[in-house]
């Protein structure tokens, strides 16, 4: 099996190798730049939901993968404060879409004032932890829970959720989004 990955980030790519050994598949990751078709910073759940879209339909069209897949992180406003988040989106061959969202953290005014003011959040956070390519390891969602939780198992978690639907609705035949919407 041929599993194409919309990004050339490690931080994502690993996420996809470890959903590969969990669930003991014989497939061969590829990973492909993409554009995500949205802004680099996206400020919305549907603006980052979309980016994960995109991403996912152009990895696939850019190979013969029998599964392609959209990682995208990005911001969202909640009750006045912007939190960090995640979406992925899985294409299967037959051209079934599945989406999913990951978790979400609230993000320190430092970040977010950067954010409002036009920064990128890659760019802020390494600034922030006074680290380099924090977004290629453990990520904004590492340095804000002081190493708890990472990029990577943060996605691993978004996949474990677009492939265990690919493997629910392909079992019963049915199909709950197509790659038109
Ligand atoms: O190479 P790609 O796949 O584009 O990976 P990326 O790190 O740029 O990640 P995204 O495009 O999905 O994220 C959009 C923006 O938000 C930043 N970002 C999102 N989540 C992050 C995280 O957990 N840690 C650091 N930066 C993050 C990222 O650096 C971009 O500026
Ligand atoms: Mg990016």
């Known amino acids: 099996m041929l599993i194409s990955v919309g990004t050339t980030n490690p931080a994502k790519l690993k996420a996809v190798e470890s959903l590969i050994q969990f669930e003991k598949l014989e497939a ?3 990973s492909i730049e993409t554009n995500s078709g949205v802004r680099a910073q996206p400020l919305s759940d549907e603006e980052t939901r979309q980016g994960a879209i995109q991403r996912a339909k152009s990895a696939l069209e ?3 993968s ?4 959209g990682l995208e992180g990005g911001v969202s406003e909640h009750d006045g404060e ?3 988040c995640n ?3 899985l294409i299967d061959g037959k051209g079934h879409l599945f989406t999913a969202s990951g978790a979400k953290i609230v993000l320190p005014s430092t970040l977010s004032d950067g954010i409002k003011q036009g920064a990128e959040l890659g760019n802020l956070i390494d600034e922030f932890s006074k680290k380099h390519n924090v977004r290629k390891g453990e990520g904004t969602i590492g340095i804000l829970t002081n ?3 990472n990029r990577s198992d943060m996605f691993f978690h978004v996949l ?3 492939y265990g639907q690919y493997c629910f609705y392909y079992n019963i035949k049915e199909v709950v989004q197509k790659v038109t919407k």
């Open 82 to 84: 912007m939190y960090l």
């Open 147 to 149: 190493g708890r939780m």
């Open 66 to 69: 029998d599964i392609s897949i």
């Open 28 to 30: 061969v990751c590829q």
């Open 87 to 89: 979406w992925g989106a």
């Open 160 to 162: 474990l959720l677009l």
């Open 62 to 64: 850019m190979s013969s």
